[in-house]
């Protein structure tokens, strides 16, 4: 996911992710999101538009950090290492943008769970691997360096059934 504003009055790179509260239209545009049963993939698909594809997604504990490998096709798309943080809980909720059918969706999802967040000190590394979808990703020159963190070891979610349509 990318984080977007939508139809911003102000935009000052950043500011969106470090007081998302203060911008009513901020939220995280879904470019790919990987799943790893074909009813997943159905499901949302179907209501929310989301472009999923169906992947392996395999996690694993290394000490200090947790490790989640994205593999499609038998090839590797990103391997991404996150720093085990304190965590307490909190709700959090946030808006994904998708297109479906021509038509900007905005929906509100909304979390519950144990999170550790981390700004501005790292905390998270990747790498890309060789399948089409990481080629993408390398294209985009995305930074080697976190500006923020996020553990979540569990965390329950409920996205809403209607998305909200907006103009494109």
Same mark, same amino acid.
């Given at each position: ?22 911008? $009513? ?14 009813? %997943? ?5 179907? /209501?929310?538009? *989301? ?14 950090? $947790?490790?989640?490998?994205? $593999? ?24 994904? *943008? ?15 769970? @144990? *999170? ?7 905390? %998270? ?10 080629? @993408?990703?390398?294209?985009?020159? /995305? %930074?080697?360096?976190?500006? @923020?963190?996020? *553990? %979540? =070891? ?6 809403? =059934? ?7």
């Amino acid at each position: 996911m990318a984080p977007v504003l939508y139809e911003p009055t102000v935009n000052i790179p950043g500011l969106p992710l470090l007081f998302p509260h203060w911008f $009513r239209r901020f939220g995280l545009y879904v470019h790919h999101l990987p799943v790893t049963t074909q009813a %997943a993939y159905d499901f949302g698909v179907e /209501i929310w538009g *989301y472009p999923k594809i169906v992947a392996e997604i395999n996690f694993e504990d290394a000490g200090r950090v $947790r490790r989640c490998r994205l $593999r499609a096709g038998g090839k590797d798309i990103v391997t991404l290492q996150v720093k085990k943080l304190a965590t307490r809980a909190r709700s959090m909720n946030y808006y994904s *943008y998708t297109v479906k059918n021509g038509q900007l969706l905005r929906t509100l999802i909304q979390t519950q769970g @144990e *999170y550790g967040i981390a700004r501005f000190r790292g905390g %998270a590394s990747y790498t890309l691997g060789d399948h089409p979808i990481a080629e @993408e990703l390398r294209a985009l020159g /995305i %930074a080697k360096t976190a500006v @923020e963190c996020l *553990y %979540a =070891p569990q965390v329950q979610s409920m996205l809403h =059934p209607a998305g909200e349509r907006l103009p494109l």
